[in-house]
């Protein structure tokens, strides 16, 4: 079996790794560069768990091969907060206890992250659809999207 | 597993022709990933185009229809304002695909060529009318999308064969086209039931028609009965109870772990019913 | 013990950041498969693709020649002779003769990488004779079933009953007869509940290792990690000490981590493989076919009723599959199905069938669900037929502190009817219905549990405290024993370190199961800190030369106890701390035992329905839990718990079950078919902290994460039937279900 070289971005951090073809992006991202933080959940883009963004684009890094990340630049939940400071997405979901067993979180985090990217503003339906290919099986929802809710609002200037 | 980025259509269609053992395209990937970690398909080769150039275009043709690359993934169409503007029940097909995570990499093309009966996105393609590009071995051919899946998992593309574009043609005054399907929770289900209506008007009165559905038959299945019975009519009640029983009749589905044969059945005719008043106030213009 | 009679909790009942958050935000708490160790192979299982099939061969010989496998293992490896519960578990990780189940082991594969050990396990062939099999429970209950494992039944079960019936069970009280004869409404219906997974989002992973000297070591993802040390080292036959188990983070169990699955299988390997650690993680499709799911149940209620909604008389008899091993939760589900009610007389039947399935794992309030939805649906049908109020009835039968349980023992402090009287005042039950929506109610039940807890707790030079214990953070259980921790210490939340700790550590301790993380680990917890305050006034007596008896705990210092004790400033816990080298050495708390005064939580859930008449599909638009926490030490994870609860049971209501093709195959063992509910199926879950303290812990705690997932189901069955008319008594009520009752 040969590898492939792959050179790609991650967090703003140039890399490289040797990928089987027929391993996924998220294989490469946590066993060849130890970025553990994205989660396998189910390996069939059905849970969301590892999602990342690609050239800006929120995938899930289980449905992307590692040879496809050549020359793309990829963000993970470890490059969210930057080294000194969280991304308010990241204190509201503490403060407002919207993880139990947390293993969802990173996914559901990085999700959130690009809604806001796009709509500052958005209603309670549109958070719980964008989310919908974010399973958490520990809180009902509930307080993760009142977490979104207050983060957006903070990112707005708006007290919540 | 090799794994092949060529530059041109004609690359691909050789490399799949040249090929001696299992070949498969990637595009989006969200269908053959799957597969192949499930170990349901160890290819040989796999031969990912998106390194086409204008394969993640979407372009106007021009007669005024629309021509879109074989790598536009979902999220794209829905941020695309003339064709959602113009084939509403297209987009929206589309956008039932998955998750926000799955519309950032699945394609309409990928979508049709898995050859599931319940893809999402087919309904609306096949009621819209629209063809694709096949460049093969021997040149190319273009074909109606209806005509590309035999039967599950299946189609109708030769070895070394290859979707290069898909055309939709262009919409036209007075025209309305509406996707809908059936699944148990709102989101992240495979369609139980779809159904797409599009049509035009003339005044009040339906003057062309077409209605496909999904999952309900080996593959997406356009019903000519169904569309007869709207065709002439101001989808009033009458016409309406005869698409109904129209789509029921066209319905041979099976009983499996995502609906009976019974509920499939009864629900086309509701999809249909449905679908057909958005298309129809779709049409008149109004916001639906 | 009896800090609530002050009643001034500084830190108890606030919502701190919880001491793991940073980690869970940023991706770095590290879960079952994130770690690694140099040399380390990876892992895969070959699992029959039968539901029942004789093994005749397997040829493992392509595997092993395969450039990279390092080693490959089937029953053969390992050791024979265990019998009861251990050989249970040790035919359930991988198959002997006969393999029981889709999905079930039956042989695994360590290589290099894990593409190659997937390549490898492909190559393994297993030669199968396929059997007859059976699914469904009321089919395996038939006398003419094939028969899975003949000479398992137990003692209980009496001579000449069905061949898969493995446990028998009868109890109650009262003169049933009489009962009935006094009611003026007696119903007496059926109900079936399917197989539901825990649905945890992180399949199972470990990463073993084991060499020819004995010594083993663990890191897995577990509820439990002495449990999982006790099971490996039996199915091993290994030493149970010389087996030690590091928890992983832990994304998520609900009982579904309390056992082991395929742990031994890495141990096993790494013992082959000259002792390299070897990382075994399961896919989704492996925790759905191969892990515990819940049983599946099918029940026939009894209940007689007055027209003033006085219950005279109940029975139940329960049938439930767990697999192909003895150990369906029916026990449970019996003593939870009337206890809400205080019954003149009642009786219980049960029975415990295999099937060719997975073996059930306990599943949050393991069977208390499906008793529930039998025994909640029928007793609001009967209100609905004597048109009384379901809250007012149940108030009027509501067991109250010292009454008789359905089930025998008495109940100690309970809550229930300032449950049912706070669901009665909240607002969401006066909210208008519309056209097609209707409102259920049902009420649940847990018993919550204590068990086999071992806690120290130390102080550190500078004041600060650290505590181990051995029960997993599954759900914030580090807040709250820190905030314990720290009410008692006198000191800051931060300054309470907990950490959860490696077999070494402690002596035994059980699971976070039972809800009883925060009550035991947490009632210890606060013992251990208690120790160390007595210590620290020792300390602080002999600096002063006056008696200990004489100083008290204030505020994190040491004072006199009065103007008589003598004239000394406050000595704070860094001063004591500070000098503790010199004045005797550490400064600890220790505290284990089997932990007792537990209490028992009720709830009551409130759901509002919208159906679409023309697809059968249920939509939730509004729902309510109001449960009895005893005391919430956090309130903001006790809510987390009623609303991931909710959820759940609302998943198990409408679309979560295990469905089998006519081979007996799983035919959705992935999250695009196995339908737990997500973001958008459902509204915001309205949560009432009801706190009746529970008198048998120092801040009144009772368990709280378990009796939320009871009520759904029942509640939604009811809400169903007032917006449609109809009576779903076979869950999921799946929209196909609901569309055919509508048909009538």
């Known amino acids: 079996m040969t590898k492939v070289h792959v050179t790609t971005t991650v967090n703003g951090d140039p890399v490289e790794f040797l990928a089987d073809p027929r391993e996924t992006l ?65 204190r509201k979901f503490v403060e407002h206890a919207a993880l139990q067993c947390g293993f969802c979180t990173p996914g559901i985090l990085v999700a959130a992250k690009k809604l806001l990217e796009e709509n500052a503003n958005p209603t309670e339906t549109e958070i719980r659809y964008w989310l919908a290919g974010n399973l958490c099986r520990c809180t009902g929802y509930d307080k993760i999207i009142r977490a979104v809710q207050d983060a957006a609002a903070e990112m707005r200037g708006e007290a919540a | 597993m090799r794994y092949h980025t060529p530059s041109t259509f004609e690359d691909a269609a050789r490399l799949a022709a040249s090929a001696s053992g299992l070949t498969r395209f990637l595009a989006g990937g969200t269908d053959v990933l799957v597969q192949l970690r499930a170990g349901m398909v160890q290819p040989d080769d796999l031969i990912d185009l998106k390194k086409i150039s204008g394969v993640d275009a979407i372009e106007r043709t021009e007669d005024g229809g629309w021509h879109i690359g074989v790598a536009v993934p979902g999220i794209r169409l829905g941020g695309h304002a003339d064709l959602c503007a113009d084939w509403p029940g297209v987009v929206e097909g589309m956008e039932l695909v998955g998750s926000t995570q799955i519309q950032g990499r699945a394609t309409l093309v990928g979508n049709l060529c898995n050859g599931s009966p319940a893809a999402d996105s087919v309904p609306g393609l096949v009621a819209a009318g629209a063809t694709v590009t096949i460049t093969g071995p021997n040149g190319t051919r273009t074909v109606p999308v209806e005509d590309i899946p035999v039967s599950p ?37 495979i369609a139980v039931v779809g159904c797409a209506v599009n049509l035009r008007l003339d005044g009040d009165t339906i003057t062309e028609a077409r209605v496909a559905l999904g999952a309900v038959a080996p593959t997406v299945v356009l019903v000519p009965e169904a569309a007869d019975a709207i065709i002439g009519t101001t989808l009033d009640d009458a016409a309406i109870a005869a698409l109904v029983a129209a789509a029921e009749a066209a319905c041979n589905p099976i009983t499996d772990k995502r609906g009976t044969v019974e509920f499939r059945t009864e629900v086309a005719g509701v999809l249909a019913k449905r679908a057909a008043r958005i298309a129809y106030s779709r049409a008149k213009g109004e916001n639906a | 013990m009896a800090k609530d009679e002050f009643n001034v909790h500084n830190l108890v009942g606030t919502r701190p950041d919880r001491p793991d958050g940073l980690d869970k935000v940023t991706g770095r708490a590290r879960y079952g498969a994130d770690i690694s160790a140099p040399g380390m192979l990876w892992a895969a299982v070959v699992r029959s693709p039968h539901a029942h099939a004789r093994i005749l061969s397997i040829d493992t010989s392509k595997a092993e020649a395969l450039e990279g496998v390092k080693a490959v293992v089937t029953r053969a490896d390992f050791p024979t002779g265990l019998t009861g519960e251990d050989w249970n578990l040790q035919e359930n990780t991988m198959a002997g003769d006969v393999a029981l189940y889709d999905g079930h082991a039956v042989a695994a594969v360590a290589a290099t990488s894990q593409l190659l050990a997937n390549d490898a396990a492909r190559l393994i062939e297993v030669e199968y004779e396929v059997l007859p099999h059976v699914i469904d429970v009321d089919d395996a209950i038939k006398p003419d079933a094939p028969a ?36 003026d ?34 890191w897995v993802c577990t509820q439990g990690q002495w449990f999982i040390r006790r099971m490996c080292s039996a199915v091993l036959g290994m030493e149970t000490s010389q087996l030690r188990v590091t928890p992983s983070e832990i994304g998520g169990g609900f009982g579904g981590k309390t056992t082991i699955f395929m742990e031994p299988l890495s141990l096993a390997l790494s013992r082959k493989a000259g002792g390299k650690p070897v990382k075994l993680v399961m896919s989704r499709a492996e925790v759905l076919r191969a892990t515990g799911p819940t049983a599946s149940a099918s029940m026939d209620v009894k209940i007689g009723m007055t027209r003033d909604g006085t219950m005279t008389a109940a029975r139940a008899e329960f049938r439930m599959q767990g697999g192909a091993f003895p150990g369906a939760p029916v026990d449970m589900a019996l003593y939870c199905a009337f206890a809400p009610y205080k019954l003149p007389a009642v009786a219980h039947i049960g029975y415990d069938v295999l099937a060719n399935r997975p073996k059930c794992a306990a599943y949050r309030a393991p069977g208390s669900p499906m008793g529930a939805f039998a025994v909640e649906s029928l007793v609001d049908e009967m209100c609905r037929e004597l048109g009384l109020d379901p809250i007012d009835v149940r108030l009027k039968n509501g067991v109250k502190s010292g009454d008789k349980s359905s089930y025998g023992p008495k109940f100690g402090s309970i809550g229930l009817t300032e449950v049912l009287e706070a669901t009665k005042a909240h607002p969401n039950l006066a909210a208008p219905l519309g056209p097609n929506q209707g409102r259920g109610a049902a009420a649940g039940y847990w018993f919550n549990h204590g068990g086999e807890t071992s806690v120290s707790m130390a102080i550190s030079e500078d004041g600060t405290a650290q505590v181990s214990v051995g029960t997993p953070d599954i759900g914030g259980s580090r807040a709250s024993i820190a905030l314990m921790t720290a009410e008692t210490l006198g000191i800051p939340y931060e300054n309470v370190r907990v950490n959860v700790v490696e077999t070494g550590a402690l002596g035994v301790n059980e699971p976070t199961h039972g809800s009883r993380a925060t009550f035991a680990s947490g009632k210890a917890a606060v013992v ?12 602080a007596a002999n600096e002063w030369g006056i008696d200990p008896e004489a100083v008290e705990w204030v505020d994190g210092a040491a004072q006199p106890a009065g103007p008589n004790a003598g004239k000394f400033p406050p000595m704070s816990i860094a001063e004591i701390a500070g000098k503790m080298g010199s004045t005797g050495g550490p400064i600890s708390g220790h505290h284990e035992g089997n932990l007792d005064g537990v209490g028992a939580s009720f709830g009551t859930h409130v759901v509002d ?21 005893g005391r919430a030490i956090h309130p903001s994870y006790v ?8 959820a759940q049971g609302i998943g198990w209501a409408l679309n979560e079950e295990y469905v089998y093709d ?34 048998g812990h120092p801040f009144g705690v009772r368990g709280v994460g378990e009796t939320g997932i009871t009520p759904p189901l029942p509640a939604i069955a009811n809400a169903i039937q007032h917006a449609t008319g109809a009576r779903l008594r076979h869950l999921p009520m799946t929209p196909a279900k609901v569309l055919a009752a509508l048909k009538g």
């Not at chain 3, 003692?155 to 009262?174: I, L």
């Not at chain 3, 990463?207 to 004995?214: N, P, V």
């Not at chain 3, 809510?639 to 909710?646: I, K």
């Not at chain 3, 973001?679 to 009746?692: C, N, R, Y």
Request: net charge negative; proline share 6%; aromatic share 4%.
């Open chain 2, 153 to 189: 998992g299946k189609t109708s593309l030769a070895a070394g064969e290859v979707v290069s574009a898909i055309t939709l043609p262009p919409r036209g005054s007075n025209g309305g086209d509406a996707y809908l399907r059936f699944i148990p929770r709102t989101e992240m289900d």
């Open chain 3, 662 to 695: 006519d081979q007996g195959r799983l035919a959705n063992p992935v999250f695009l078919d196995y339908r737990v509910p997500v973001a958008s199926d459902l509204p915001m879950i309205d949560t009432v902290i009801v706190e009746v303290p529970n008198p």
């Open chain 3, 528 to 539: 251990a800190a208690e120790q160390a305050i007595g210590e620290m006034c020792r300390r």
């Open chain 3, 609 to 629: 329905v919208e159906v679409d008449p023309e697809t059968g599909r249920t939509t939730i638009l509004r729902y309510l839990v109001v449960q009895d926490a």
């Open chain 3, 148 to 183: 899975i494992r003949p000479g398992s039944a137990d003692a209980s079960v009496p001579e000449g009953m069905a061949p898969n019936v493995v446990r028998y069970m009868e109890f109650g009280h009262g003169d049933l007869e009489d009962g009935f004869a006094k009611a």
């Open chain 3, 185 to 218: 409404l007696v119903c007496e219906k059926s109900y079936k509940t399917e197989a539901a997974h825990q649905g945890y989002i992180e399949p199972h992973a470990c990463m073993g290792q084991l060499g020819e000297d004995g010594k083993g070591e663990m």
């Open chain 1, 26 to 90: 998220l294989d490469s991202l946590r066993n060849s560069l130890g970025l553990t933080g994205s989660k396998e959940g189910c390996g069939t883009g059905d849970c969301g768990a590892c999602s990342v963004t690609m050239n800006g684009t929120l995938v899930c890094s289980c449905l992307v091969l590692g040879v496809e990340a050549e020359g793309a630049q990829i963000e993970t939940i470890e490059g969210m907060g930057g080294d000194t400071q969280l991304h308010p997405l990241q």
């Open chain 3, 639 to 646: 809510e987390g718990q009623y609303q991931g609860g909710a």
